[in-house]
């Protein structure tokens, strides 16, 4: 059987893969039945020897049938490794798919074995593994995707691929959180952060009975995570350098220590967070509540308009509306308050997520470039403030280290308060001086 699929994404959805099938005589590939797939553009003309195997997979599948009143899913169990010559690695999924009834039925069913065995809801299709296999990358880092979204589709079908790129990025993080990679930690927490901003932009479009569970989730393991990231950051960004410039500082050994194992112990309880049961189920909800949650199928007049809204019409009535609010918060920087200037940060960055997340809606060179001076801009006031917010987060951090200890790693941090104010404020001047992409 010869079987050629195309990858999945964000547009067409995680779980959906196009394919082509056909018998074929033999085990080698028949070129001609390639003809009409995207495969016949890759391959030019050229013939089957072109082709050469780059790893196996040997599976034994097992078949059952989950069914009730309501719907029938088919369910495989594969057993088995993936093999490149020289490198193997084991392999163990279910994959379930519905034969009978709603798209609901299927995540419900996956929800029931989730609760008998812990299920770890994974997009990666077997040849991404013999790929990533093939290159030799152990617990991979992966980075936000770009979203393409375009002025034809509806507000439920953006909210819809742009919640899918953030889960995908969520998930393809785990396996590096696990074994402790701070860069992958730091992944999932920008995943949830995009995926919480994209809640907010589409707050009128997904809002059911769910919608508040899901935020209430998302927070809570963006909490869990906060911590080793917070440590993370000051070791490498605070700690180590003075470490490197003051070897024999008074104290530093033993804040070093401490600060090790505070570090490991965030970490392990970061893991353990992923690992749980909360996380898994929370995971599963999430995308069911993106594929077929309860705000898809309302039958409200004005739910239902919300969610055919034209994209186009969305995203410029809340990227204005966000606009002005940072226009009108952002006068006066320096009079704010630590709290405050946090939740200015935030809003500018879901400022920023948007402008991103709409990229291909309004299209042209003039757009662009004004787009793309916009989230510069953006950026740089996220940065001077994430980084006057980090300052106040290492004074919390070291608040029960000795004070002249405290003094000396904190005083390069608070001598830079003055220039990270600036930045901040020519980063929002250059912000209100751009004129908006959007029409």
């Known amino acids: 059987m010869q079987t050629i699929k195309a990858s999945a994404g964000a547009r067409t959805g995680y779980f959906d893969r196009a394919e082509w099938e056909c018998v074929i005589k033999g085990p080698q590939p028949d070129l001609d039945l390639m003809r009409g797939t995207p495969l016949e553009s890759v391959l030019q003309g050229r013939n089957a020897d072109a082709l050469a195997p780059l790893f196996e997979t040997r599976i034994r599948r097992t078949e059952f049938r989950a069914t009730d009143s309501d719907s029938q899913i088919a369910v495989a169990l594969d057993q088995g490794e993936v093999d490149t010559g020289q490198r193997r690695s084991p392999l163990c999924e279910v994959e379930m798919e519905l034969v009978r009834g709603t798209p609901a039925a299927l995540f419900h069913w996956a929800r029931r074995l989730n609760e008998v065995v812990p299920l770890h809801l994974a997009t990666q299709s077997k040849a991404d593994r013999g790929y990533e296999l093939l ?172 969610r055919e809204q034209p994209i186009a019409a969305h995203a410029a009535g809340d990227l204005t509306r966000r606009l002005q609010q940072i226009r009108k918060q952002g006068r006066k920087l320096r009079d704010l308050t630590p709290a405050k200037r946090h939740k200015f940060r935030i809003r500018a960055k879901k400022l920023r997520y948007a402008m991103e997340f709409f990229a291909d809606v309004f299209q042209g060179k003039k757009s662009a470039a004004r787009r793309k001076a916009a989230v510069s801009s953006l950026k740089g006031l996220q940065d001077a403030l994430g980084a006057l917010n980090d300052i106040v987060a290492y004074e919390r951090l070291l608040s029960q280290v000795a004070p002249a200890t405290r003094r000396a790693i904190l005083g390069p941090q608070k001598a830079r308060v003055g220039e990270l104010e600036r930045s901040a404020e020519r980063a929002y001047a250059r912000l209100i001086k751009t004129k908006p992409f959007w029409p």
Request: proline residues 3%; contains cysteine; charged residues 25%.
């Open 135 to 306: 290159a030799g990358e152990k617990n991979p880092i992966d980075t936000a995707g770009a979203v393409h979204i375009t002025e034809s589709m509806t507000s439920q079908e953006a909210f819809q691929i742009i919640g899918r790129e953030c889960l995908r990025h969520l998930m393809a993080n785990e396996t590096a959180t696990l074994t402790g990679n701070s860069e992958g930690l730091h992944q999932m927490r920008v995943a949830l952060r995009r995926l919480r901003a994209a809640i907010s932009v589409f707050a009128k479009v997904a809002a059911d009975a769910d919608t508040q569970k899901i935020k209430d989730q998302l927070a809570w393991i963006t909490g869990e995570l906060g911590p080793a990231r917070d440590l993370d950051t000051f070791t490498e960004e605070v700690l180590a350098p003075f470490r490197q410039q003051n070897p024999k500082a008074p104290g530093l050994a033993h804040v070093c220590r401490d600060f090790a194992k505070r570090r490991a112990q965030a970490h392990a309880d970061a893991a353990a967070a992923v690992k749980s049961m909360s996380f898994r189920s929370l995971v599963l909800q999430v995308a069911e509540w993106i594929e077929a949650g309860r705000w898809t199928q309302s039958d409200g007049e004005l739910l239902r308009q919300q």
